[in-house]
């Protein structure tokens, strides 16, 4: 049992429990060492359980059995099948806390496992604690700020809440444009005038948020265009920078598409000259058109009816400011009257302004009915050619027909000449393209048959350049994590102690296995020889059976002639039955031996369990609970 202690106390000091180095064996483990041993391994193995549990005992007794019944709930929630309770860790015996330990020691997480998933580096200790952490107050529930009694302030922070309020970042070097190279002025900007990422949001509270939604679109973007490339990308059998510019391409078109559809004039909308000129211009800047004259220049009936009415309105209102000039008073007026003359002017000039915007605003919807009535009439008319056309043809062959009637007989003769010719024709038509048809069908079921074996390869080597891509990147990933393995083992192996031998661990290593050979060799040993003693027992019993049955026989026979045989019949009677009563005595004093030996070890583990020193302590514990209640209704009378 000491090297399994040893392993024991070198698997909890790993853990993080304090273990003096007087303390050699689970024997000498005190209820506080064995409290805090457990706590640490809970903390390990599952952080949710050993989170909220504190890995010294209370001074309170009710505190102390509350805390070992936790503990016990625990380990039971972990899988413990033995028989645990707050008794476990208050008045402890040697084999349940070394079955406990070995227990919880076994369910750690492997340092190959665990050191797998850590990163590089100094930081994966802190980035462990970190994950325990978070993990831990994700475990707990959240109370408000006003609703938090003084316990809960150790478990949930105080501080203010923040909004989630992200900003955009400017960042150097970022994942959006990875393959471009970037200029010499956009380096020196980076370099010298670009503030640090904690100073380019407004509000010092809006780092966090701003940093994790960039981070967040430059992942979903890396991972749309992954996802894009392997589904799109790859069947079209270009580089991913031939792909970026025909997808660049084939955008701008469509956008240059929307626009021109955009800008093509509607007869219901007034003054789009300036938008129509407004699109051009964004379309000339497109690269839309290349040349520089106006794209509207062809009208419609409306717009050159627009044009003129708005030409022809100028120049009335020329005249009318002529006649107005004309009919103003001499300079010997006062400016009052001349003021009010042009306000008098000003007010006839906006109401004919108001009439001509609705005669304008009727004739425009007067022209609308015109031009849906035309629509309608046009397409009447669309239809009555069509009929039209249709019963020309019949009148057409009708015409023919009466033409045909006087010599009817003549004209079928002929007509029936005529089909047979066609008939014949037909005929011979459809022997060449049979002759034709032979080996076109040939050729078309030959190329068909190698244009699917082509689709077969291409799509084969498509599935093994999927399956590369995928290679490739899971191997790089597990390069990537041996690498930061090897690095995480070499700081593990600077920080350990330069001055233990190897050899020494090696050769404990090679004792303990040689002595548990050893033992496994006298072990199978001694069942052989069990083995071996049962089978001649065995044999031995049939051979007595089978002599004392055909004995008994002889002498049964002679018994019913001779008086001094029938005694010595008797005789071999009572000796089988002493023998067989004596073999028995024998199998008893053995199973009474065997049962004094567990009751010897039994004896013993009672005697290792502590019984008096645990009897003395649970009395110890019970007046110090009485004291406590008694203290407690003391409290409860005064108050």
Known sequence: MEEVDR?????????????????????????????????????????????????????????????????????????????????????????????????????????????????????????????????????????????????????????????????????????????????????????????????????????????????????????????????????????????????????????????????QPRPDTHGATRSTSDLTELLNSFGGTATGGDILTKGTRFTHSEKFTFTQEPEKAAQQMAAAASALPSSHQSEEDLKAKQEAELSDLQQQLQQ????????????????????QVSDELKQRELSNSEKQDTVKVKKQTIDLLPDAENNLVKLQSLVEGSAKRVVHLASQWEKHRAPLIDEHRRLKELCSNREMESSMKLSEIKDLHDKIRHSAEEAKKKESLYKQLITEYETLPKDVSRSAYTMRILEIVSNIKKQKEEITKILSDTKELQKEINGLTGKLDRTFAVTDELVFKDAKKDESVRKSYKYLAALHENCTQLIQTIEDTGTIMREIRDLEEQIETENGKKTVSNLEKILEDYKAIRQENSALAAKIRDG
């Open 7 to 263: 392993i024991l106390i070198h698997s909890l000091r790993q853990a993080g429990t304090d273990i003096d180095e007087d303390v050699q064996s689970v024997k000498q483990f005190t209820s506080e060492l064995i409290v805090e041993a457990v706590v640490r391994c809970l903390r390990v193995i599952d952080p949710g359980l050993g989170s909220g549990v504190s890995t010294t005992l209370p001074p309170g007794m009710s505190a102390r059995f509350r805390l070992g019944m936790s503990l016990a709930q625990a380990c039971q929630d972990l899988g413990y099948k033995g028989e645990i309770g707050y008794q476990t860790f208050l008045y402890s015996n040697e084999p349940e806390i070394r079955s406990l330990l070995m227990f919880l020691v076994e369910k750690l997480p492997r340092e190959s496992a665990e050191a797998s998933d850590q990163p590089a580096g100094k930081s994966a200790l802190l980035q462990k604690a970190i994950a325990a952490q978070i993990k831990a107050q994700l475990a707990l529930p959240w109370l408000p700020p006003s609703c938090r009694l003084p316990l809960h302030c150790k478990t949930q922070s105080p501080g203010p809440c923040h909004s989630f309020r992200a900003q955009p970042l400017s960042l150097p070097y970022s994942l959006k444009a990875p393959s471009k190279k970037q200029a010499k002025e956009v380096k020196e900007y980076w370099r010298v005038h670009l503030l640090p990422v904690t100073s380019q949001p407004s509000q010092h509270a809006s780092v966090p948020a701003s940093l994790l939604e960039n981070h967040v679109s430059e992942l979903s973007a890396a991972q749309e265009w992954e996802n894009e490339w392997n589904s799109q990308g790859l069947l079209s059998r270009l580089t991913p920078e031939d792909y970026r510019s025909r997808k660049r391409a084939r955008l701008q078109k469509r956008i240059e598409e929307q626009l021109r559809t955009a800008a």
């Open 356 to 375: 001509l915007s609705v005669q304008m605003e009727e004739v425009g919807g007067d022209i609308r009915q015109l031009t849906v009535s035309i629509h």
